[in-house]
């Protein structure tokens, strides 16, 4: 492999020397879990992290453990040189790209399962996908020992079940969440979009257009199931399908929300569907 532009290391015990050093002349680490062929949403986490600590690493790891047997493990890009690249640029101190043996030796039999904010949406969609998730995050936190952590609310389910985990595992991180990158027409980046093609490219940014319209029904006194049921027949007109969800929930804990009133920053609307080869989701706050 050719020599990365900025220092890389793929075992438990090199990424803990590394943070040790930083940790005895009293610096700040910051850790940026991603699965590689990165965005400028990556970077933005990066930066972000950069704000928090004196030292960032960042993590790329394609774990299998949260795909599906049917899921696309093989065909998701991967790109390490081009990420090494990206990440130098953004200021990141260190990539730790371990292998698939490192993180799951031969035997391995732990799995961290989060009730509650794992079980709608994507939980149902995709009924593995948070375990292997809240594993693997588990498993890169007390590997790396970081202040803080920093994950993208484009997924942000996924970031309420990593909070809920490492509250109830006591694990010594801040969890923080940082706002999603949009191209200009409003598609959320993803390393996924790559998926689509240039005509699925150019239906993408509908499912943003979408959740900013049922953001301001809402607004205006609509009611969540006509909210829902419009946001679901656009999609579908659109030409997603199929659509995993298109739902308004309370945005602390995913729970679905009485009738009344919503309050500022009290919901958000998620929304998932399959275009093409790519599944894109993407939420909205209201
Ligand atoms: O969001 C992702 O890229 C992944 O789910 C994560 C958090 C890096 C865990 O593999």
């Known amino acids: 492999m050719?020599?990365?532009?900025?220092?890389?290391v793929r075992t438990i015990a090199s990424l803990r020397a590394a943070v040790q050093a930083w940790r005895e002349a009293g610096e700040r680490v910051a850790l940026v879990p991603?699965?590689?062929?990165?965005?400028?949403?990556?970077?933005s986490l990066v930066r972000l992290g950069k704000t928090q600590a004196?030292?960032?690493?960042?993590?790329l790891f394609v774990n299998p453990t949260q795909f599906a047997p049917s899921e696309d493990f093989d065909a998701y890009p991967r790109d390490e040189a081009r990420d090494s690249e990206l990440l130098a640029s953004?200021?990141?101190?260190?990539?730790?790209a371990p292998t698939v043996a490192e993180m799951y030796p031969d035997g391995s039999a732990t799995t961290v399962t989060v009730s509650g904010v794992s079980a709608p949406m994507d939980g149902q969609a995709r009924p593995t996908h948070?375990?292997?998730?809240?594993?693997i995050v588990a498993k890169l936190l007390t590997q790396s020992q970081p202040d803080v952590a920093i994950f993208g609310e484009k997924d942000y389910q996924q970031l309420l079940v990593i909070r809920r985990m490492a509250?109830?595992?006591?694990?010594?991180?801040?969890?923080?969440?940082?706002?999603?990158?949009?191209?200009?027409?409003?598609?959320?980046?993803?390393?996924?979009?790559v998926y689509l093609?240039?005509?699925?490219?150019?239906?993408?940014?509908r499912?943003?257009?979408?959740?900013?319209?049922?953001?301001?029904?809402l607004r205006v006194g609509v009611a969540v199931s006509v909210v829902e049921a419009r946001g679901q027949a656009t999609l579908a007109e659109a030409g997603f399908g199929p659509i995993d969800y298109f739902e308004v929930r309370n945005a602390e804990n995913l729970t679905r929300l009485g009738p009344g009133p919503i309050g500022a920053g009290q919901a958000r609307i998620f929304a998932a569907g399959r275009l093409g080869k790519a599944r894109l989701i993407d939420n909205w706050p209201v």
């Open 2 to 8: 050719p020599e990365s532009p900025l220092p890389v």
């Open 34 to 43: 991603t699965m590689g062929f990165l965005h400028a949403g990556h970077l």
């Open 54 to 59: 004196h030292r960032v690493v960042a993590s």
């Open 90 to 96: 953004a200021d990141c101190d260190l990539l730790y």
């Open 130 to 135: 948070f375990a292997g998730v809240a594993t």
């Open 167 to 193: 509250r109830d595992l006591d694990l010594p991180v801040e969890i923080l969440g940082a706002p999603t990158v949009r191209e200009p027409d409003g598609l959320a980046l993803s390393s996924r979009n």
């Open 197 to 205: 093609t240039p005509d699925q490219r150019s239906m993408a940014p």
């Open 207 to 217: 499912l943003n257009q979408a959740l900013r319209a049922a953001g301001e029904a």
